[in-house]
Protein backbone atom coordinates (compact mmCIF):
# COMPACT_ATOMS: atom_id res chain seq x y z
CA UNK A 1 0.00 0.00 0.00
CA UNK A 2 1.40 3.54 -0.90
CA UNK A 3 -0.71 6.92 0.23
CA UNK A 4 0.66 9.82 -1.87
CA UNK A 5 0.32 13.30 -0.86
CA UNK A 6 1.05 16.51 -2.91
CA UNK A 7 1.86 19.88 -2.22
CA UNK A 8 3.40 22.94 -3.98
CA UNK A 9 0.05 23.98 -6.08
CA UNK A 10 -0.85 27.56 -6.48
CA UNK A 11 -1.50 30.45 -8.33
CA UNK A 12 1.47 31.69 -10.97
CA UNK A 13 1.43 34.51 -13.54
CA UNK A 14 2.06 33.16 -17.47
CA UNK A 15 5.83 32.68 -17.37
CA UNK A 16 6.32 31.70 -13.90
CA UNK A 17 7.65 28.29 -12.13
CA UNK A 18 6.18 26.23 -9.96
CA UNK A 19 7.66 23.21 -7.91
CA UNK A 20 5.42 20.28 -6.80
CA UNK A 21 6.40 17.60 -4.53
CA UNK A 22 5.08 14.18 -3.72
CA UNK A 23 5.60 12.57 -0.42
CA UNK A 24 5.02 8.76 -0.49
CA UNK A 25 4.95 6.43 2.17
CA UNK A 26 5.74 2.96 2.26
CA UNK A 27 9.02 0.68 2.23
CA UNK A 28 8.83 -0.24 -1.34
CA UNK A 29 8.44 3.33 -2.76
CA UNK A 30 11.75 2.44 -5.32
CA UNK A 31 9.91 -0.17 -6.78
CA UNK A 32 7.32 1.92 -7.90
CA UNK A 33 7.02 3.88 -11.30
CA UNK A 34 5.93 7.03 -10.81
CA UNK A 35 3.97 9.68 -12.62
CA UNK A 36 2.16 13.19 -12.73
CA UNK A 37 -1.35 13.72 -14.26
CA UNK A 38 -3.50 16.49 -14.76
CA UNK A 39 -7.35 17.24 -14.78
CA UNK A 40 -8.60 20.56 -16.20
CA UNK A 41 -12.36 21.82 -15.70
CA UNK A 42 -14.57 19.99 -18.22
CA UNK A 43 -11.71 17.80 -19.33
CA UNK A 44 -10.57 14.01 -18.52
CA UNK A 45 -7.58 13.34 -16.88
CA UNK A 46 -4.23 13.40 -18.85
CA UNK A 47 -0.55 12.41 -18.46
CA UNK A 48 2.23 14.83 -17.66
CA UNK A 49 5.38 13.48 -16.56
CA UNK A 50 6.61 10.31 -15.99
CA UNK A 51 9.97 8.50 -14.07
CA UNK A 52 10.80 4.95 -13.69
CA UNK A 53 12.10 3.44 -10.63
CA UNK A 54 16.00 4.13 -12.26
CA UNK A 55 14.76 7.66 -13.12
CA UNK A 56 14.35 7.11 -16.38
CA UNK A 57 11.60 10.57 -17.48
CA UNK A 58 9.00 10.25 -20.09
CA UNK A 59 6.60 13.85 -21.09
CA UNK A 60 3.87 14.97 -22.84
CA UNK A 61 4.32 16.91 -25.70
CA UNK A 62 3.00 19.51 -23.61
CA UNK A 63 5.14 19.73 -21.07
CA UNK A 64 7.94 18.73 -22.67
CA UNK A 65 11.09 21.28 -22.30
CA UNK A 66 9.23 22.91 -19.54
CA UNK A 67 8.05 20.80 -17.09
CA UNK A 68 11.09 18.24 -14.94
CA UNK A 69 10.14 15.10 -13.49
CA UNK A 70 12.61 13.89 -10.72
CA UNK A 71 12.56 11.54 -7.52
CA UNK A 72 14.52 11.20 -4.30
CA UNK A 73 14.30 7.32 -3.66
CA UNK A 74 16.03 8.13 -0.20
CA UNK A 75 13.35 10.42 1.25
CA UNK A 76 10.28 8.56 -0.97
CA UNK A 77 9.55 11.99 -2.87
CA UNK A 78 8.79 12.62 -6.28
CA UNK A 79 8.73 16.37 -8.01
CA UNK A 80 7.91 18.28 -10.61
CA UNK A 81 9.73 21.45 -11.63
CA UNK A 82 7.33 23.64 -14.13
CA UNK A 83 8.69 26.60 -15.82
CA UNK A 84 7.34 28.81 -18.47
CA UNK A 85 3.83 28.20 -17.19
CA UNK A 86 0.83 28.86 -19.73
CA UNK A 87 -2.52 29.08 -18.61
CA UNK A 88 -3.59 26.16 -20.32
CA UNK A 89 -1.85 24.20 -17.64
CA UNK A 90 -4.14 25.37 -15.05
CA UNK A 91 -5.65 22.16 -13.80
CA UNK A 92 -5.69 19.73 -10.47
CA UNK A 93 -2.33 17.86 -10.58
CA UNK A 94 -1.83 14.16 -9.09
CA UNK A 95 0.78 12.03 -8.59
CA UNK A 96 0.26 8.68 -9.03
CA UNK A 97 2.09 5.25 -8.97
CA UNK A 98 3.06 1.84 -10.35
CA UNK A 99 3.89 -1.02 -9.17
CA UNK A 100 6.50 -1.99 -11.77
CA UNK A 101 9.35 -3.40 -9.77
CA UNK A 102 11.32 -4.19 -13.19
CA UNK A 103 11.68 -1.07 -14.21
CA UNK A 104 9.79 0.75 -16.89
CA UNK A 105 7.39 3.73 -17.10
CA UNK A 106 3.38 4.13 -16.81
CA UNK A 107 1.89 6.79 -18.47
CA UNK A 108 -1.92 5.41 -18.62
CA UNK A 109 -4.35 6.33 -16.08
CA UNK A 110 -5.80 2.89 -16.22
CA UNK A 111 -2.54 1.84 -15.48
CA UNK A 112 -1.54 3.70 -11.85
CA UNK A 113 -2.37 1.84 -8.66
CA UNK A 114 -2.32 4.47 -6.18
CA UNK A 115 -3.49 8.59 -6.60
CA UNK A 116 -2.77 11.28 -4.36
CA UNK A 117 -5.44 13.58 -4.10
CA UNK A 118 -3.91 16.52 -6.07
CA UNK A 119 -3.01 20.02 -5.70
CA UNK A 120 -4.43 22.78 -7.73
CA UNK A 121 -2.27 25.11 -10.13
CA UNK A 122 -3.57 28.18 -11.34
CA UNK A 123 -1.72 30.08 -13.72
CA UNK A 124 -3.13 33.16 -14.81
CA UNK A 125 -2.33 35.17 -18.01
Known amino acids: QVQLVESGGGLVQAEGSLRLSCAAS????????MGWFRQAPGKEREFVAA???????YYADSVEGRFTISRDNAKNMVYLQMNSLKPEDTAVYYC???????????????????WGAGTLVTVSS
Open 51 to 57: ISRSSST
Open 96 to 114: AASWIPTGGIATQVGGMDY
Open 26 to 33: GRTFSSYA
